[in-house]
């Protein structure tokens, strides 16, 4: 069984930065595709973020996000992370990390505020 536990997540203003953790047990992440996705506060579906494929791959990023955001993973520690630059109000939700069909994590909080 593929769990994921993300961290990471937490309260900041506009402009600032946070790195999330997506902690993967169960099986190496260099089997996977994995995502980012997001669920603002009060709006229905989730948002895709970014997307990862194994094997050194360039990550792809949704308009929102690209140019301010980084995706990258760390095979030996199982890890996918996402670096948040030049965060915005409008960052705000809560951040999956998922490997799509398979499994999703908890979620893990990101407030930013003006």
């Known amino acids: 069984e593929v769990q994921l536990v993300e961290s990471g997540g937490g309260m900041v203003h506009a402009g600032e930065s946070l790195r999330l953790s997506c902690v993967v047990a169960?099986?190496?992440?260099?089997?996977?595709?994995m995502s980012w996705v997001r669920q603002a506060p009060g709006k229905g579906p989730t948002e895709w973020v970014s997307?990862?494929?194994?094997?050194?791959?360039?990550?792809y990023y949704s308009d929102s996000v690209k140019g301010r955001f980084t995706t990258s993973r760390d095979n030996a520690k199982n890890t996918l992370y996402l670096q948040m630059n030049s965060l915005k109000v409008e960052d705000t939700a809560v951040y999956y990390c998922?490997?799509?069909?398979?499994?999703w994590g908890p979620g893990t909080q990101v407030t930013v505020s003006s």
């Open positions: 998922n490997v799509p069909g398979i499994a």
């Open positions: 997307g990862s494929i194994p094997g050194g791959a360039t990550p």
């Open positions: 169960g099986s190496p992440i260099s089997s996977f595709d």
